[in-house]
């Protein structure tokens, strides 16, 4: 299997593109949720990463800058066809290098219940209770990078 992952700009139409797609397949075709919430008008604020195996576009990430010292990950999509091969932890190492190189001290990220413990094996917290968003059960959890 040929993996790697490309930082993606929204002005970048075209890879761009290829993540709106994913988000689109996975968060609102196969978990119901609203376009509305879906497409929040932050895209153009962050920095998009597209994972790419064998030639074919099969998971995406969004994360931004997010108060002082925090990198926020968020949209961490992977089509249904690529799940359980491990590339969600090639693309969550990827991210959680670049939010090291950001400098950030902390990554957070609202986890739905049902990949809590994906997100805990890279050391992620759980704080607070949990809340409903977009009609799905989350978690907000917490790593310290520094």
């Not at 968020?74 to 290098?97: D, F, I, N, T, Y």
Request: proline share 1%.
């Amino acid at each position: 299997m040929k993996i790697h992952i490309d930082d993606v700009s929204a002005e970048n139409t075209h890879t761009f593109a290829l993540c709106q797609h994913i988000r689109l397949v996975v968060f609102c075709l196969e978990q119901n949720v609203s376009e509305s919430l879906e497409w929040d008008g932050l895209d153009g604020d962050c920095r998009h990463a597209l994972l790419w195996s064998d030639g074919l576009a099969v998971g995406t990430a969004r994360t931004r800058t997010y108060g002082v010292n925090l990198f926020k990950i968020e949209r961490v999509a992977m089509l249904k066809s690529h799940r359980g091969q491990g590339l969600g932890r090639v693309l969550m190492e990827h991210l959680l290098v670049n939010a090291r190189v950001t400098g950030a001290h902390y990554a957070v990220l609202n986890a739905q219940l049902a990949v809590k413990n994906f997100y805990a094996g890279f050391g992620f917290i759980a704080e607070g209770p949990e809340f409903i968003e977009a009609e799905i059960p989350h978690v907000h959890m917490r790593l310290k990078l520094t």
